[in-house]
């Protein structure tokens, strides 16, 4: 199971740091990622981790802005987002695939287990 937490409502040119937990004991062997889903839009990618986090991806929007992170001993990831934009608003989602590769998963069709979402506001 994965559970997020730290989204709120920020003005714009703000900071949040969301945290997903997990409860699996094997997240060291799992690759994880972010994605977010606007209201009226589809989910969409935001960030993504391997399993030992030495490798990371980000979507073209938030690259330079947000910075993903995985700790294996606390069993959590983190995305660190800051220079928030109103564009940014949208309920974020942590989720997790089985995966001891070199590689930064950003398909959302590869990832089997999903948190219930936080919800980030950036007020303009």
């Known amino acids: 199971q994965l559970a997020e937490s730290g989204g709120g409502l920020v003005q714009a040119g703000g900071s949040l740091r969301l945290s997903c937990a997990a409860t699996v004991r094997t997240l060291g062997t799992y690759a994880m990622a972010w994605f977010r889903q606007a209201p009226g839009k589809e989910r969409e990618f935001v960030a993504a981790?391997?399993?030992?986090?030495?490798?990371?991806a980000y979507a073209d929007s938030v690259k330079g802005r947000f910075t993903i992170s995985k700790d294996n001993a606390k069993l959590t990831i983190a995305l660190q987002m800051n220079s928030l934009k109103p564009d940014d608003t949208a309920v974020y989602y942590c989720a997790a695939k089985p995966a001891v590769t070199n590689n930064a998963h950003t398909n959302i069709n590869e990832y089997p287990y999903w948190g219930q979402g936080t919800q980030v506001t950036v007020s303009s």
């Open positions: 981790v391997n399993w030992n986090g030495g490798t990371t």
